[in-house]
């Protein structure tokens, strides 16, 4: 047992800082010459990861004395519970910005192989009475953080990454997390269903108990959530469905009472405190879940989604309204994907030709057609592999050769930035796993071979499988961009490349060889996924918090989750359903998918670039567009939020909306329509019928009926022409369209 108090009596002042046992000022921070900023030092964390407590108190307040606080910290067996109380001795309210625990959890994913064992915050929700969250290591450990007393909101400290000579020095942040707070006071806004804790009145004081609990799995978290908190917990295995389908809600409660939109469900009690209803969606929309037991409460979100073929409707006029542009990064004219895709399984030969000819536009000018090289900005490789894939996608659309010519001439450009051992590289950074080179390339190879050129297939083909066998030999041993960092895409791009290249396998070996390296990244990357938060607008998507300062020229770092990037992660769940027959892998799939759906407004066309996790961010973001240039000029990217007229704004728990359709110069917020790519690729014309072990079906984009000894499948939407029957013995399936059997678990 140990055990730790401490007791001081501080000053406020108007930044994070914490005091030692002896009351005098300390940096939180140690020498070590990474990327980080500290006056005009490059120092990383302190790695003392002991509970420590915090403030920040209002803006150019300095003067505020007056504070006590003491910290218990008593750990038996798998549980450390922490005990925080702050006393006001002033004669005035204490107010903070916020003001709470610093938690002692090791979150510096900085060094390989290190960072396996370190902690990511996967999920903090501040409900009105208690708070529950969870921090989960790639090698799979989880600590539930938990509390049954109300805890204002929560937060992240980030470490800066770089700054930007050319621009007066100004700071961009980084692709690591110091460490999670909760900020037990916060002065918000704050959503609604936070508490409203933001002062204590002179002479008082408050207490908050947190319990930090080892679990060997996450299937018990939610009811270790219900024992520690007695606060009823909501157990969603899928967030989302279409109109007329079924979702099953479990509850754990005494007497638990659950609401969808305001409407009672009646709830069947199944074990001592386990209780399951059955909502039966009919409009879609985004459905608001309440629950209440006794004085407690909980919420969430169901997801039931517009048809795909109206998303991706949508999707391609946005690509028009949200302008595309010939920018140094790709992200700028990341919408062609969409509009291809669109105009290839529902083409409207009006919007179809306008954004054919601002295709054309873009291409003239950042790339030289008669070599296949960029003009500038040559070590973005990721430019030319993106594009690549463009040209196939417009390939398969409108069957232009000139396409195919341009393609394979910017495909060789590619090839030339390949090192010997098949990475990609930009100069001397490995950028194989940075928007999936390898991946661009085997969807070019496709368009060749359907197109007669079966000796550029191959070599394209040969080009990617060195790169992915780099891939399965680095397992992860790769840096984001130039960073170390144990990071999303660097980790989900490198699993969708092998689930790619495992699909394509005709060797068995090199199949399972492929998968298994996929699914080891998978089961990491479940660290950095929304994979239990009981919301339909979240579930699936990735944590990425350095990519608003970028996108939406917003800083400081906030979780944007779903972001287009957390497609990449969708992607590879969907190889591994076609790999291993786990209906897991499919359910994360359309899960991810409504989820990116959702981040269009069905009635108004209007398109978000990403969902904002943290629940109070103060934020300074650009507001006016600059005028020096049209959105048809070559550009440079990153710009600083400082450099322009900007605002500041307070974001929580939201979404954050496009800049493309209004600012000028580059932006990479249409990076959001990787999502809407994906669902071309994956759920807007595939249907999948599963059998289940108790003989009972789960069906995807279609509806199965039983007659006789036949399987009656009917799909959803009319351009769904291909269904996926996964059954555990053989049986005849009647659908009008296109089928392809595999058993339950594949010999590979």
């Known amino acids: 047992m140990m055990i730790r108090k401490i007791l001081i009596y501080m000053a406020i002042l108007s930044a994070p800082f914490m005091m030692n046992a002896s009351g005098s000022h300390r940096d939180n921070r140690a020498p070590d010459?990474?990327?980080?900023?500290?006056?005009?030092?490059?120092?990383?964390?302190?790695?003392?990861?002991?509970?420590?407590?915090?403030?920040?108190?209002?803006?150019?307040?300095?003067?505020?004395?007056?504070?006590?606080?003491?910290?218990?910290?008593?750990?038996?067996?798998?549980?450390?519970?922490?005990?925080?109380?702050?006393?006001?001795?002033r004669h005035t309210p204490f107010q903070p910005l916020k003001a709470g625990l610093k938690l002692g959890v090791d979150t510096y994913m900085d060094t390989y192989p290190e960072w396996y064992g370190r902690f990511f915050p996967t999920l903090a929700v501040c409900e009105p009475d208690h708070f529950y969250g969870y921090m989960q290591s790639p090698d799979g450990k989880m600590k539930a953080v938990l509390s049954g007393d109300p805890i204002a909101s929560w937060s992240l400290d980030y470490n800066m990454g770089y700054p930007d000579y050319t621009q007066d020095n100004r700071w961009f942040y980084g692709h690591r997390?110091?460490?999670?707070?909760?900020?037990?006071?916060?002065?918000?806004?704050?959503?609604?269903?936070?508490?409203?804790?933001?002062?204590?009145?002179?002479?008082?004081?408050?207490?908050?108990?947190?319990?930090?609990?080892?679990?060997?799995?996450?299937?018990?978290?939610?009811?270790?959530?219900y024992h520690h908190t007695h606060a009823p917990v909501l157990v969603m295995e899928r967030t989302s469905c279409p109109p007329g389908d079924s979702i099953e809600i479990k509850v754990w409660g005494k007497s638990p009472r659950l609401t969808v939109e305001g409407k009672g469900l009646a709830l069947q009690k199944i074990d001592t405190a386990l209780w399951r209803g059955v909502y039966r969606a009919t409009e879609p929309g985004i459905k608001n879940i309440g629950l209440t037991d006794g004085c407690r409460q909980a919420h969430g979100t169901l997801a039931v989604r517009h048809?795909?073929?109206?998303?991706?409707?949508?999707?391609?006029?946005?690509?028009?309204?949200?302008?595309?542009?010939?920018?140094?990064?790709?992200?700028?004219?990341?919408?062609f994907?969409?509009?291809?895709?669109?105009?290839?399984?529902?083409?409207?030969?009006?919007?179809?030709?306008?954004?054919?000819?601002?295709?054309?536009?873009?291409?003239?000018?950042?790339?030289?057609?008669?070599?296949?090289?960029?003009y500038k900005y040559h070590w973005r490789i990721q430019n030319v592999s993106s594009t690549i894939g463009m040209l196939a996608d417009r390939y398969l659309a409108f069957g232009n050769q000139a396409d195919l010519d341009l393609g394979e001439r910017m495909a060789a450009y590619l090839m030339k930035c390949q090192r010997d051992d098949g990475a990609y590289m930009n100069g001397h950074t490995d950028y194989t796993s940075v928007i999936y080179p390898a991946k661009s390339l085997l969807e070019f190879a496709d368009v060749e071979r359907t197109a007669g050129r079966k000796k550029q297939a191959a070599r394209l083909e040969a080009s990617a499988k060195r790169a992915i066998d780099h891939l399965a030999t680095a397992d992860g041993d790769l840096e984001t961009e130039g960073q170390m960092t144990y990071e999303d895409g660097m980790i989900s791009c490198s699993a969708l490349q092998l689930g790619e290249l495992a699909l394509r396998s005709k060797d068995a070996g090199d199949r399972r060889r492929y998968t298994e390296a996929m699914l080891r990244l998978l089961d990491g990357h479940d660290c950095l996924t929304q994979l239990r938060v009981p919301d339909g607008r979240r579930r699936g998507g990735t944590l990425r918090f350095w990519e608003a300062q970028y996108d939406v020229f917003m800083l400081p770092n906030m979780i944007s989750s779903p972001h287009g990037w957390s497609a990449w992660r969708a992607y590879a769940t969907y190889y591994a359903y076609l790999l291993t027959g786990e209906e897991r892998w499919l359910r994360e799939t359309f899960d991810a998918a409504s989820a990116f759906a959702a981040?269009?407004?069905?009635?108004?066309?209007?398109?978000?670039?990403?969902?904002?996790?943290?629940?109070y961010v103060r934020a300074l973001q650009v507001c006016e567009p600059d005028s020096?240039?049209?959105?048809?000029?070559?550009?440079?990217?990153?710009?600083?939020?400082?450099?322009?007229?900007?605002?500041?704004?307070?974001?929580?728990?939201?979404?954050?909306?496009?800049?493309?359709?209004?600012?000028?110069?580059?932006?990479?917020?249409?990076?959001?329509?990787?999502?809407?790519?994906?669902?071309?690729?994956?759920?807007?014309?595939?249907?999948?019928?599963?059998?289940?072990?108790?003989?009972?079906?789960?069906?995807?984009?279609?509806?199965?009926?039983?007659?006789?000894?036949?399987?009656?499948?009917?799909?959803?939407?009319?351009?769904?022409?291909?269904?996926?029957?996964?059954?555990?013995?053989?049986?005849?399936?009647?659908f009008d369209g296109n089928m392809t059997h595999f058993q339950r678990f594949i010999d590979n």
């Open 33 to 89: 010459k990474t990327k980080t900023k500290a006056g005009t030092d490059l120092v990383a964390p302190e790695q003392n990861h002991s509970h420590r407590f915090y403030s920040v108190e209002a803006d150019n307040d300095t003067t505020a004395h007056g504070i006590e606080y003491t910290i218990d910290a008593v750990r038996l067996e798998n549980i450390e519970t922490v005990t925080l109380s702050i006393r006001n001795t």
């Open 177 to 225: 997390i110091e460490c999670l707070n909760l900020d037990m006071l916060c002065q918000g806004p704050l959503p609604d269903h936070n508490p409203r804790l933001w002062k204590l009145e002179p002479g008082e004081q408050r207490s908050w108990t947190v319990k930090i609990i080892d679990l060997d799995s996450p299937d018990n978290f939610e009811e270790t959530v």
């Open 307 to 335: 048809p795909w073929s109206l998303t991706m409707k949508l999707a391609r006029n946005a690509v028009a309204r949200y302008k595309q542009k010939p920018t140094s990064h790709v992200e700028s004219w990341y919408g």
């Open 337 to 374: 994907h969409t509009a291809f895709d669109a105009a290839r399984i529902m083409p409207e030969p009006g919007i179809d030709s306008v954004l054919n000819d601002r295709f054309d536009m873009i291409i003239d000018k950042i790339f030289d057609r008669k070599t296949g090289s960029p």
């Open 599 to 615: 981040l269009i407004d069905h009635k108004s066309g209007d398109l978000n670039w990403a969902f904002v996790v943290d629940p």
């Open 628 to 734: 020096g240039f049209t959105a048809d000029d070559d550009t440079y990217g990153n710009p600083h939020p400082e450099l322009y007229p900007n605002r500041e704004i307070v974001v929580g728990e939201q979404y954050v909306p496009m800049i493309a359709d209004w600012q000028t110069i580059v932006s990479s917020d249409n990076d959001v329509h990787e999502c809407f790519k994906f669902i071309a690729e994956a759920v807007l014309c595939n249907a999948f019928l599963v059998e289940k072990p108790d003989g009972s079906f789960g069906t995807y984009n279609c509806s199965v009926v039983k007659e006789g000894k036949n399987l009656l499948v009917t799909a959803n939407e009319p351009q769904i022409k291909n269904l996926h029957v996964n059954l555990l013995k053989p049986q005849k399936v009647v």
